[in-house]
DNA sequence: GCTATTTGACCATA
DNA sequence: TATGGTCAAATAGC
């Protein structure tokens, strides 16, 4: 699997650099006696964490690379690149599992989805609170009170499940510790292109105070994630978030390409192996980036640095 | 009337 | 058997 290797060195030269990229903003963070820097020194931190964290799971995966059950990985990253290209017995089948369909994959399908998780930090300051839009248009189908979690978890799958066989779901879970913090789990890529169509729903925050999925950041929610590192892909969602913010006149903060380096990673960071998929990488990035004014902390830089691939728009039409 | 959410029940998994 | 995940009927909102 030559092809496989490349994008585990691709992932694990990307993770490395950044990690590199984000110590060196670090230290000159720390070096700053501003308190207003606390915050951003903390999720440098974080984000250096989870860069080496993900380089060495990369290298874990890479030695189960070419076996067709997933490795027993952490929740953070997908259990199971193997079968996210849109296989019959990816997430084609999952949560179908009545259907007739699917029934022959049954027994292994849910370890077989892929699944990775982002950790989402919301401030109420502006009233508003729960979850990111991420792009798609979520339906919520359950709500499970989780033995030793304070918050119920909330299950959610895709609007277009039926009408485009769209079996991307997504779990979202409150922190105990931190109740602006929401963990979301998503299990499965989306084939429906639903974040062209459903980005700027009105949220209904009334409904559900614990997840609203159309919150827009841009009327001034404030989103932070706590890993980043997955979503370090340039998301269809989010160039698009990204060039349309610039071509108004605006600048773009994607605190996932590095300042450094100035160059967009679109070419890598799959969630650990995966095929690129646009749906894939929408369904990351957009879980926090799919704001144009995103004010994640301090690695703002011009966009107009970013050498905009000329192909990028067919890059995920 | 249509669509989304809530919630109890059922099923799968460990 | 306990727990998590999903289904589907009931309900609510537009």
Same mark, same amino acid.
């Given at each position: 699997?030559?092809?496989?290797?490349?994008?585990?060195?691709?992932?694990?030269?990307?993770?490395?650099?950044?990690?590199?990229?984000?110590?060196?903003?670090?230290?000159?963070?720390?070096?700053?006696?501003?308190?207003?820097?606390?915050?951003?020194?903390?999720?440098?931190?974080?984000?250096?964490?989870?860069?080496?964290?993900? $380089?060495?799971?990369?290298?874990?995966?890479?030695?189960?690379?070419?076996?067709?059950?997933?490795?027993?990985?952490? $929740?953070?990253?997908?259990?199971?690149?193997?079968?996210?290209?849109?296989?019959?017995?990816?997430?084609?089948?999952?949560?179908?599992?009545?259907?007739?369909?699917?029934?022959?994959?049954?027994?292994?399908?849910?370890?077989?989805?892929?699944?990775?998780?982002?950790?989402?930090?919301?401030?109420?300051?502006?009233?508003?609170?729960?979850?990111?839009?991420?792009?798609?248009?979520?339906?919520?189908?359950?709500?499970?009170? =989780?033995?030793?979690?304070?918050?119920?978890?909330?299950?959610?799958?895709?609007?277009?499940?039926?009408?485009?066989?769209?079996?991307?779901?997504?779990?979202?879970?409150?922190?105990?510790?931190?109740?602006?913090?929401?963990?979301?789990?998503?299990?499965?890529?989306?084939?429906?292109?639903?974040?062209?169509?459903?980005?700027?729903?009105?949220?209904?925050?009334?409904?559900?105070?614990?997840?609203?999925?159309? =919150?827009?950041?841009?009327?001034?929610?404030?989103?932070?994630?706590?890993?980043?590192?997955?979503?370090?892909?340039?998301?269809?969602?989010?160039?698009?978030? $990204?060039?349309?913010?610039?071509?108004?006149?605006?600048?773009? +903060?994607?605190?996932? =390409?590095?300042?450094?380096?100035?160059?967009?990673?679109?070419?890598?960071?799959?969630?650990?192996?995966?095929?690129?998929?646009?749906?894939?990488?929408?369904?990351?990035?957009?879980?926090?980036?799919?704001?144009?004014? +995103?004010?994640?902390?301090?690695?703002?830089?011009?966009?107009?640095?970013?050498?905009?691939?000329? +192909?990028?728009?067919?890059?995920? +039409?």
């Amino acid at each position: 699997m030559e092809s496989g290797w490349s994008w585990e060195q691709k992932i694990l030269i990307g993770e490395l650099m950044q990690g590199m990229e984000l110590a060196k903003q670090l230290r000159v963070h720390l070096n700053a006696t501003s308190s207003s820097t606390a915050e951003t020194r903390d999720f440098l931190v974080q984000r250096i964490l989870s860069s080496y964290e993900k $380089a060495l799971l990369v290298l874990n995966w890479s030695g189960s690379a070419g076996q067709t059950q997933p490795i027993g990985v952490t $929740a953070t990253i997908p259990e199971s690149p193997l079968s996210i290209n849109g296989s019959p017995t990816g997430e084609d089948c999952d949560g179908g599992l009545k259907d007739n369909h699917c029934l022959n994959e049954a027994p292994k399908k849910r370890k077989m989805m892929p699944r990775w998780t982002d950790q989402v930090r919301v401030s109420s300051e502006n009233g508003l609170e729960g979850p990111h839009d991420d792009g798609y248009s979520w339906r919520k189908y359950g709500q499970k009170d =989780i033995l030793g979690a304070k918050y119920p978890r909330s299950y959610y799958r895709c609007t277009y499940r039926n009408t485009q066989n769209c079996w991307a779901t997504k779990q979202v879970q409150r922190s105990d510790e931190d109740p602006t913090l929401f963990e979301v789990t998503y299990r499965g890529t989306h084939n429906c292109g639903s974040e062209q169509q459903t980005i700027p729903q009105p949220a209904t925050p009334e409904k559900d105070n614990n997840n609203q999925n159309h =919150i827009q950041q841009q009327s001034g929610l404030r989103v932070n994630t706590q890993d980043l590192d997955k979503k370090e892909l340039a998301s269809p969602f989010t160039f698009a978030s $990204a060039y349309e913010s610039i071509k108004s006149g605006g600048s773009y +903060s994607p605190s996932f =390409i590095s300042p450094a380096t100035s160059e967009p990673n679109y070419y890598s960071f799959p969630p650990f192996g995966l095929k690129p998929l646009e749906s894939d990488y929408s369904d990351i990035i957009s879980a926090n980036t799919s704001a144009t004014n +995103s004010p994640i902390v301090d690695l703002d830089f011009p966009f107009d640095h970013v050498d905009l691939d000329p +192909s990028f728009p067919s890059f995920f +039409s």
